[in-house]
């Protein structure tokens, strides 16, 4: 059973699409924590509400970047997950994070990469004029999503979509993809070699 610490933070939808999913049998996994930068993450309250541990690292005790991950660290290794799990985690982990994390990290992104990285996402890829965009599922690495590539859903932009409206279709199918992939992670069935992904 998948061990996972979920970082988020804001609305938490793709934190509960991954807990309905362990609740349906769909996904064999466990969250041990949900851990944000936000003490008012709607994430938070979705933990609660189910009596798993929530846990605000407040990234602003004055003791910078640097000082905020090595708290942020030591409270996702004290859960000892087999994974972390991005889940509308605004922040971006530095290398050092990254590296002393000792699990991957899973992030979901809301656009096929390497198209549109960074902040709204589904934003750039109306504005661009792109026809199809969707949602990536992939590792971390020191980049801004940049990590190596696991799976990808791809949504059609219709000409009359706004980023609201294109938004609201590529989340529902982050949900379907994230459980999908963590799934397919606790099954063994997820190969890395360098920048090339296997999906066994
Ligand atoms: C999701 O669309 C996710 O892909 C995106 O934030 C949203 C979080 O929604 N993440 C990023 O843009 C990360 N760069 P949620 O809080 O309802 O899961």
Redesign the pocket.
């Known amino acids: 059973m998948l061990r996972m610490v979920v970082l988020?933070s804001?609305?938490?939808?793709?934190?509960l699409a991954i807990l309905k999913a362990i609740e349906s049998g769909r996904l064999s996994g466990q969250v041990a924590a949900v851990i944000s930068d936000r003490e008012d993450a709607k994430?938070l309250d979705h933990a609660r509400a189910r009596q798993i541990p929530a846990l605000w690292v407040n990234p602003k005790l004055g003791d910078g970047k640097a000082g905020y991950e090595q708290r942020l660290l030591a409270a996702v290794s004290a859960c000892q997950p087999d994974c972390i799990v991005l889940?509308?985690?605004?922040r971006i982990l530095g290398s050092q994070f990254v590296h002393e994390a000792g699990v991957p990290i899973f992030?979901?992104?809301?656009a096929l990469l390497p198209a549109f990285p960074g902040?709204h996402?589904q934003a750039q890829a109306v504005e661009y004029g792109v026809r199809y965009s969707g949602?990536t599922v992939h590792f971390v690495d020191e980049g801004v999503?940049t990590g190596p590539i696991i799976d990808q859903a791809v949504v059609r932009v219709l000409p009359e979509d706004t980023q609201e409206t294109l938004?609201a279709r590529?989340?529902a199918e982050?949900h379907k993809l994230y459980a999908q992939v963590l799934e397919l992670y606790s099954q063994g069935r997820i190969r890395r070699e360098g920048r090339r992904v296997t999906i066994l």
Request: net charge negative; aromatic share 4%; glycine share 12%.
């Open positions: 988020a804001g609305r938490g939808s793709n934190l994430a889940a509308g985690y605004m992030n979901i992104h809301p902040l996402a949602c999503d938004s590529i989340l982050e």
